[in-house]
């Protein structure tokens, strides 16, 4: 079976974190499985036995998701956009027996023109893939019916099922998106994609640490800043920071550093790590969140809320129910306010490592299976 995973990350790395755990677990179950991704390239992201297709990338300015830059910090013109179509174009050959555009229709909107022309094109083919969507427990909300609406037209006209990688016990779509009878018969929930448990360390690193991340992306100064200024009010403890976003941010906030604090930049062992820490401080994506309960980690979720997005504060409300696991809004953000969270979190029982539905990747690839059997 041949799998074409489509996927554009816009500001941090979660949705092509995502998009390669399902293709390893495509590859795993031996089919031959391409994702194209036209968000910027993002080395630390293992492919395992993807092969995968860069685009020509594109990137949000900042939270702006309406402005699209190029690696050279210009805005994304005809030319660079038609080019972006022409090699999705071409990344249906070989033809595929599935293709699985990410987040698309539900998100996405400004790429719109690209992922219609991908769509019409696997439509034209002589033998037409099965066409599928796949998006997270949470979406964005959409801001108004309007928007439901053209998802639900699009979903009718070209996509036979949306896989929604979430336990419906836990989390349903409806919370965060209006559910038609249309879209409701389309639904198949897999559980959540992640890879399978990294289990403890080797070293026990990060034993007994606050560790303190903000996914690989540029987002996430206030959140190191306020955990840097924590850390000085609590110096009989080792904090570590995880720091993505490139050399430069490190060593700034490296300089700002109590000696109770290190700063690495983000490590491959990072989820070993949450298994040993005296707790986890960080936003609260998808891929960070599936992290912290498969390590069984006391939390406090700083939600990603700037631009209006909802979809982190969302989770952390419904996860803030779990024993150990706390939120803090970034409005009330404070050195005083993340300490508290962090007592409060390591005062109640750990909950014990992998009490989750987590085999969503493998429960994909079934349904895929069965699609095209």
Not at 93 to 120: K, Q, V, W, Y
Not at 182 to 202: C, E, K, Q, S
Not at 306 to 324: I, M, T, W
Request: neutral net charge.
């Amino acid at each position: 079976m041949r799998v074409l995973i489509v996927v554009t990350h816009l500001l941090g790395t979660g949705h092509l974190s995502r998009a390669l755990t399902l293709g390893r677990a495509f590859g795993a179950a031996g089919h031959a499985v391409t994702v194209a991704s036209g968000g910027m390239p993002a080395p630390h992201l293992d492919p395992g036995p993807v092969t995968l297709v860069q685009l020509p990338p594109l990137r949000s300015d900042g939270t702006d998701f309406t402005r699209l830059l190029t690696p050279e910090n210009q805005p994304a013109d005809a030319a660079w956009l038609a080019s972006r179509v022409d090699a999705l174009r071409a990344s249906l050959s070989p033809a595929p027996d599935i293709l699985i555009t990410e987040l698309f229709p539900f998100g996405r909107r400004i790429l719109r023109d690209e992922f219609l022309a991908l769509l019409d094109a696997a439509k034209a083919l002589p033998r037409k893939p099965r066409i599928l969507s796949s998006i997270r427990d949470i979406l964005a909300p959409p801001s108004k019916p309007a928007k439901a609406a053209w998802a639900d037209e699009i979903i009718a006209r070209y996509y036979d099922h949306v896989l929604v990688h979430s336990d419906p016990a836990r989390t349903e779509l409806s919370l965060s998106w209006p559910v038609s009878g249309m879209l409701a018969d389309r639904l198949a929930y897999t559980g959540y994609v992640a890879p399978a448990p990294a289990g403890p360390h080797p070293d026990s690193a990060g034993l007994d640490e606050i560790l303190v991340s903000a996914g690989g992306g540029p987002v996430g100064d206030s959140l190191f800043e306020t955990a840097l200024a924590a850390a000085r009010q609590d110096p009989a403890r080792l904090w570590r920071l995880l720091v993505g976003g490139g050399a430069d941010r490190l060593d700034r906030l490296a300089a700002a550093a109590p000696p109770n604090v290190r700063l690495d930049p983000p490590r491959p062992d990072f989820r070993q790590m949450l298994y040993h820490a005296r707790a986890s401080v960080s936003m609260c994506g998808y891929n960070t969140a599936l992290d912290v309960l498969q390590a069984g980690t006391p939390a406090v979720f700083v939600p990603f809320d700037a631009g209006n997005e909802v979809e982190q504060g969302l989770r952390a409300q419904s996860l803030r129910a779990l024993p150990g696991m706390d939120a803090v809004t970034s409005a009330d953000l404070t050195p005083a306010t993340l300490l508290a969270a962090i007592a409060r979190v390591t005062a109640a029982p750990r909950r014990p490592a992998g009490d989750l539905r987590d085999q969503g990747a493998e429960e994909t690839v079934r349904t895929c299976e069965g699609l095209v059997a």
